[in-house]
């Protein structure tokens, strides 16, 4: 079992900027993939951003040159800095951690951007 807790979410302007942290613990030694992922109301829950052990990155297009994802493998710990915000980045921001075949979700942050 993993288990993930977010933090960092807030109420930001348009432009504005935020990071966003996500703690793993529990049997940490097989993740592989972290990620990001966020919901808007009436939304389906989409892909931010997600980054391998390797340091190997992936964005949604949406955020491409915005956001960047990083990671600390020795402290466990995943980060989203978020750049120019807009009203549209608004959503429950999910940290997501996967074990070979397993999947695993933080409970979320709330980001809100205010145009």
């Known amino acids: 079992q993993v288990q993930l807790v977010e933090s960092g979410g807030d109420l930001v302007q348009a432009g504005g900027s935020l990071r966003l942290s996500c703690v793993a613990s529990?049997?940490?030694?097989?993740?592989?993939?972290m990620g990001w992922y966020r919901q808007a109301p009436g939304k389906q829950r989409e892909l931010v951003a997600t980054?391998?052990?390797?340091?190997?990155?992936n964005y949604a297009d949406s955020v491409k040159g915005r956001f960047t994802i990083s990671r600390d493998n020795a402290k466990n710990w995943v980060y989203l800095r978020m750049n120019n915000l807009k009203p549209e980045d608004t959503a429950v921001y999910y940290c997501n951690a996967r074990v070979s075949l397993e999947t695993y979700w933080g409970q979320g942050t709330q980001v809100t951007v205010s145009s």
């Open positions: 529990g049997s940490i030694f097989g993740i592989n993939t």
């Open positions: 980054i391998t052990r390797g340091s190997s990155t």
